[in-house]
């Protein structure tokens, strides 16, 4: 069974990063075994994870080689419980060169990282994919192997644009993988959670993805919550992990009063961020049991 969830837009700095490793930790604290794969240059998973680029991750480089040998990528095993992690960063342009070279000298292009992810992702129950933006050669390569796309969309004009070029992308590459289906389109960073506005960005966004019936727009949503997001990436800790930290942590008058001067301050906004996530995993969960129940119903 295919359960690999590639988070896309064409866009950066539309949450798709934050998604992933969020949807992924909440994944694997519910017991399923979880495999992480960075596929975008940045290498920017390492941050949610809380692991240093430069010095705790290979920056792409088990990733390149196994498509070029026809192996399998090495993991980072436990990076949380029930979760591994293939590390995405620089060497990730040497892999787009090299799948554009084959593909510019008639030898195949994304396929051959399709195939390498496809072999890894067989071993664990669900994976989520980090794509990178734009139209690059490697997001393609992730929608040959992936059963579904996730998209995270904010609803500024430059970000609607990144959403119009997703869709393309998509019809693209189901012609070339029939299996991939579009699992949703939720909001995210919105400034407001009243109702009047989520209503209104839902129709921005369903402007943009003509043609489609608005079930495809989640209910859930992302809040945009400065505080608790550069903790994320500050303490290198998921949302429901800073949501915890927080309830540990002593309040400062008494963290204060104890005379500890480096006291855990954790943002409030860290449990409504970590309340948003778990929503959002709750509703992709069920929208993917619903499917494979579908499936398994018309086959049987
Ligand atoms: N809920 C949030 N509210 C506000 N900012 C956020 C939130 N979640 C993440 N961010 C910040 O938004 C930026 C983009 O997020 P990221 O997940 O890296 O997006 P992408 O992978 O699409 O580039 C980052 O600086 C991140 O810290
Ligand atoms: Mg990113």
Redesign the pocket.
């Known amino acids: 069974m295919n359960r690999s969830v590639a988070v896309a ?1 064409g ?9 992933a490793c969020n949807l992924a930790g909440l994944t694997a604290a519910s017991g399923a075994r979880v495999l992480v794969i960075d596929s ?1 240059p ?1 290498g ?1 998973v390492a941050l ?1 994870f809380g692991y240093d680029i430069e010095r705790q991750t290979d920056q792409g480089a088990s990733m390149l080689k196994a498509v070029l040998t026809g192996g399998l990528p090495d993991v980072t095993k436990d990076v949380r419980p029930n979760l591994d992690v293939i590390w995405g960063g620089e060497q990730l342009e040497e892999l787009a060169i090299h799948l554009n070279v084959r593909r510019m000298s008639g030898r195949g292009g994304a396929g051959a990282y399709s195939e390498t992810i496809k072999a890894i992702a067989a071993q664990y129950d669900f994976v989520f994919v ?1 794509c990178p ?1 734009g139209g690059h050669i490697l997001q393609e390569g992730v929608f040959g192997a992936a059963r579904w796309v996730l998209v ?1 969309a904010k609803t500024d004009k430059g970000s609607l644009a990144g959403l119009r070029d997703i869709a393309r992308r998509f019809d693209v590459a189901h012609e070339i993988n029939p299996d991939l289906e579009l699992l949703g389109v939720f909001l ?2 919105t400034q407001s959670s009243a109702r009047r506005v989520i209503r209104e960005a839902r129709a921005d966004i369903l402007k943009e993805l003509e043609g489609l019936d608005d079930s495809i727009v989640l209910t859930s949503f ?5 505080a ?3 903790d ?2 500050e303490m290198g800790l998921l949302a429901h992990e800073l949501e915890a930290a927080a309830e540990e942590a002593e309040p400062w008058y008494v963290q204060r009063q104890n005379g500890k001067s480096d006291a855990l301050v954790v943002a409030r906004s860290s449990s409504s ?1 970590a309340g ?1 996530y778990s929503e959002l995993a709750r509703e992709v969960h069920d929208r993917i049991a619903k499917a494979e129940a579908l499936l398994a119903g018309t086959s049987a």
């Open positions: 837009n866009k950066g700095g539309v949450g798709k990063t934050s998604t975008d940045q920017h949610n980090d933006p995270p995210f960073g992302i809040r945009q919550v400065e608790a997001a550069r994320e990436r961020l948003d």
